[in-house]
Structure formats: structure tokens, C-alpha cells
T-cell receptor, first 114, second 113 residues
């Protein structure tokens, strides 16, 4: 079964600084998708960024970018110029092309210090 | 506004009393799914549906039922809730099961006493 590992239960960052959240996954597949979701205190799950495994270029969305290392099965999220509104639980998710679901990691709680 | 509407937001019930959590999406998505979120376990899939009248079990289906009689609606039914079903539940929808990512509902916090 596929597994997604987020080894940092909690992280903190100073406002305006940069932070990187780690995610590794286990798969024997070559065609899949990876996602980062943000869950603020409102508990709404919000899609932050999406990466297609066959694309070598790392995805970016404004202040959010990923470092996708396919051989190492690593998918880290970098948040630049951190803002108070970035404080949330962040979940990494994996989905094999053609499968019926996404597998989620256990989450990393990010605190932003003013 | 494109959204997944999930109700109720909070629910406290007693063991054995049947309940239904409703989920509706307005994006004409074929794929819908239910997840439960527990501390330290992340999100785990309960059931999913590929289209009307097409449903199947996810990773943790025991104690749950679903139905998909209309494309927009995908209710989650707990016939006889037990305390181990106390959790945060999410409904999600997507054009396809994997490639686009999910649009989630706002979650239902269920407590079974």
C-alpha cells in the first residue's frame, strides 16, 4: 500500500521568513500526482499546490513552491515570506494515476510567530 | 460559487442512534468521496463513488453506508454509531479520482457518546 510520511509533526517560522515542510512517499509507480493541502483553524481543507510526477519542473503558486525529487520520493513545500495567515495544518497527499483515492500524510502543524 | 456543502457542521449523538451526514456539490463532478480525519492518522477514505449508483469501499468502511442516487448528492449513513466513530468527517468531490485534487466540504465534527 502507498504511504505518505510527514516526519515533522510541528514547525514554526518567524513572520516574513521562509520555511520548508517535508514529505516523503512510498510507491513503485511512475505516473502519479502529489498535493499539498492547508487546513486552517476553520478546518476547511484548501488545495495549495499540485504536482504531476511526469513533469520535472517544480510547481509554484505565488509564495508556495515545491521541491519534487522523484528518485528520492520526496515532495517538500517551501513557504516564502511567511504570513500570519499561513498558520495551519498542512497535509501532503499522493494519488496514483487511475487509482480511486488520495493517500494523505499525518500532517504538519505550522505556527507563524509575529 | 463552486462548493461542496456538508451538513451538519457539528453533531453529538448517542450510541446506536442512526444518523445521516449530507453532502452536495454544485460542480457536476462525477467523483465523490468520504474521509475521516483523526489525530495522528491523517485522512482516511471511507467510501467513494465514481458516478450515480456506483459506490465502493475505501480503507475504513466498517460501520458506514453511502448512496449515490443523484450526481450532486452523496450522503454518509451511520446505521448504529459507536464511540470509535467519533471523528472529523469530510466529503470531497472532483472531476476525476486523482488528477485534479479534491474540493472538500467544511467538515462535520461527530461525537458519539
Amino acid at each position: 500500500a502507498q504511504t505518505v510520511t510527514q516526519s515533522q509533526p510541528e514547525m514554526s517560522v518567524q513572520e516574513a521568513e521562509t520555511v520548508t515542510l517535508s514529505c516523503t512517499y512510498d510507491t513503485s509507480e511512475s505516473d502519479y500526482y502529489l498535493f499539498w493541502y492547508k487546513q486552517p483553524p476553520s478546518r476547511q481543507m484548501i488545495l495549495v499546490i499540485r504536482q504531476e510526477a511526469y513533469k520535472q519542473q517544480n510547481a509554484t503558486e505565488n509564495r508556495f513552491s515545491v521541491n519534487f525529487q522523484k528518485a528520492a520520493k520526496s515532495f517538500s513545500l517551501k513557504i516564502s515570506d511567511s504570513q500570519l495567515g499561513d498558520a495551519a495544518m498542512y497535509f501532503c497527499a499522493y494519488g496514483r494515476t487511475g487509482a480511486n483515492n488520495l493517500f494523505f500524510g499525518t500532517g504538519t502543524r505550522l505556527t507563524v510567530i509575529p | 460559487e463552486a462548493q461542496v456543502t456538508q451538513n451538519p457542521r457539528y453533531l453529538i449523538t448517542v450510541t446506536g442512534k442512526k444518523l445521516t451526514v449530507t453532502c452536495s456539490q454544485n460542480m457536476n463532478h462525477e467523483y465523490m468521496s468520504w474521509y475521516r480525519q483523526d489525530p495522528g492518522l491523517g485522512l482516511r477514505q471511507i467510501y467513494y463513488s465514481m458516478n450515480v449508483e456506483v459506490t465502493d469501499k475505501g480503507d475504513v468502511p466498517e460501520g458506514y453506508k453511502v448512496s449515490r442516487k443523484e450526481k450532486r448528492n452523496f450522503p454518509l449513513i451511520l446505521e448504529s454509531p459507536s464511540p470509535n466513530q467519533t471523528s472529523l468527517y469530510f466529503c470531497a468531490s472532483s472531476p476525476t479520482p486523482v488528477g485534479y485534487g479534491y474540493t472538500f466540504g467544511s467538515g462535520t465534527r461527530l461525537t458519539v457518546v
